[in-house]
């Protein structure tokens, strides 16, 4: 078994500047700060219209050190495909490329892109950063956001839908690699993308990402609404690699313990204000549903 990565054991080598555009207590400067260290210097980044452009910074201005390519909305896969030919073109086998992109560009308008590069067993990462809206165009629903939440695009009664299971879907194409993680356990991301270093193909990591802004909480509270996510057993955490399904980390150490209500989670943000408690009830049952599975299937 391989050994877990501690704060200790951790790279001290920063490839993020310490100033940055990010909002303050943004999940996505945690995860791509700590993203960048478990991919390395040697990676090139593809990166749609998001957030992360923003925090990257506008030419002249950048928070990154590596390389970085900004691309339209719906080709980030595409181009992450252009820039592995040309690697193979220079009989380049060492650099990794990194696709890097929110839940918009991810589950929605970069949805297609995504879906023919794991069809064609393209040999990237895809780590899509969940904040569950478009955060950076003014917080607008995306197909992630959580069904009641209040959005700009949902003001009065909340989403009406469920939300989308993107890594579900990513995992239906049978690549070798799909996990989840949560900018409130980013040694756990760290793993997961040292690991999906070493599998040749396509493989997909989706992180879920709490937004002050956008959700409606104060932003001292990012990791600790992040834990809770999982605590709840909302969103999970676990790797499906080559079609075998686990849960890892904190998820995996909730199996045949007590799980924290939903409940908590949702008065957490002001954008689940319309929430009934019915409907919360409903959400409970479901998750509670969801775990048994996991308890026979253990």
């Known amino acids: 078994m391989t050994e877990k990565t501690t704060i200790l054991t951790l790279p001290a080598d920063e490839l993020v ?12 400067s945690l995860t791509y700060r700590i993203g960048l260290k478990a991919l390395g210097r040697d990676t090139i980044l593809v990166v749609p219209p998001s957030c992360l452009t923003v925090l990257q910074g506008l030419y002249p201005i950048a928070a990154t050190q590596l390389p970085c390519l900004n691309v339209t909305f719906a080709s980030t896969a595409a181009a992450a495909t252009g820039i592995l030919g040309a690697l193979r073109a220079q009989k380049n086998t060492s650099t990794l490329v990194a696709a890097w992109a929110g839940d918009g560009g991810t589950s ?13 067993g393209e040999n ?5 950063y969940d904040n569950e809206a478009y955060m950076n165009t003014g917080v607008q629903r995306s197909g992630t956001t959580p069904q009641g939440a209040i959005t700009t695009t949902t003001p009065i009664s909340g989403k009406a839908q469920k939300k989308k299971d993107v890594p579900a879907i990513i995992a239906a194409h049978g690549i070798g690699y799909v996990a989840t993680a949560s900018a409130a356990y980013p040694l756990d991301l760290y793993d997961k993308i040292v690991k999906a270093k070493t599998i040749t193909g396509p493989k997909y990591i989706h992180v879920h990402t709490p937004c002050p802004a956008g959700w409606g909480f104060n932003s001292r509270y990012t990791v600790k609404l992040g834990k809770l996510a999982v605590e709840t057993g909302l969103f999970d955490l676990y790797e499906i690699e080559n079609g075998r399904f686990r849960l890892t980390g904190a998820s995996e150490k909730l199996m045949g313990k007590r799980r924290k209500p939903v409940s908590q989670y949702f008065k957490t943000q002001s954008r689940f204000r319309a929430l009934s408690d019915e409907k919360i009830e409903a959400i409970q049952k479901e998750i509670d549903a969801k775990w048994a599975g996991y308890a026979q299937s253990a």
Do not use: K, V, W
Request: proline content about 3%.
């Open 124 to 128: 990237f990462i895809f780590i899509c």
């Open 17 to 28: 500047h310490p100033g940055n555009r990010a909002c303050a207590g943004c999940g996505l």
């Open 108 to 120: 929605d308008i970069g949805i297609q892109a995504l879906s023919g590069a794991c069809e064609r």
